[in-house]
């Protein structure tokens, strides 16, 4: 009785075996899961931010009353993007989110003078919180695209970014609507991560 299937063509059972080693290389080194924390005052353009990331349609935006959550891929990883709302009723429900976290991603309003201090009072009480200690934080000056935009290098100052001396972080000139910048802050925000998952 012949027994079908079990031919003598060695390539062939090579080449299942390479199949094999590179399918078992993928699951050994599945996409790193990377918890990401977008903040923000309200009307920064987190959520905008979110759906340009997810390659989403950005046409019509609604302010977010509780969350939205995002898995996006880039790089190897699989980043899940919490996007909590940034109205004054809602902040004091942040800390709820702070568990877990590789990555804060804090949006400011670059055009919105008026709520520096605001907002660089809601960032310093974010970098002292315990659960975020050492987070590494990647700060989007959003609204570039705007003539009215303070540049990244007149917001860290403000914000006096050079004293932080407990994690790394970055200010990253963006505009969320034309996505300009956005790629270039996730790029830093991937090698963050891969230096501290090391």
């Not at 299937?5 to 094999?20: H, P």
């Not at 923000?40 to 509780?66: C, R, V």
């Not at 976290?101 to 315990?130: H, M, P």
């Not at 300009?180 to 891969?194: R, T, Y």
């Amino acid at each position: 009785m012949s027994r079908i299937g079990i031919t003598d063509n060695r390539s062939g059972f090579d080449m299942l075996q390479g199949l094999l080693s590179i399918l078992r290389k993928l699951k050994s080194t599945p996409d790193q899961e990377v918890r990401i924390l977008l903040l923000g005052l309200d009307n920064g353009g987190k959520t905008t931010l979110l759906k340009q990331l997810a390659s989403e349609d950005i046409s019509h935006i609604t302010p977010t009353q509780g969350f939205n959550i995002k898995s996006v891929q880039s790089q190897g990883f699989k980043l899940n993007v919490w996007d909590i709302g940034g109205q004054r009723k809602i902040r004091p429900y942040w800390r709820n989110y702070f568990e877990n976290t590789d990555v804060l991603i804090y949006v400011i309003d670059s055009a919105d003078r008026k709520r520096f201090e605001e907002t660089g009072q809601e960032l310093a009480e974010l970098l002292d919180e315990e659960k975020l200690s050492g987070v590494p934080v990647l700060i989007f000056a959003n609204k570039q695209d705007l003539l009215t935009a303070a540049p990244a290098s007149e917001i860290a100052e403000g914000l006096n970014l050079h004293t932080i001396r407990d994690r790394v972080w970055q200010i990253q000139s963006c505009s969320a609507l034309t996505g300009e910048g956005v790629q270039d802050g996730m790029n830093w925000l991937c090698k963050s991560v891969n230096a501290k998952k090391k």
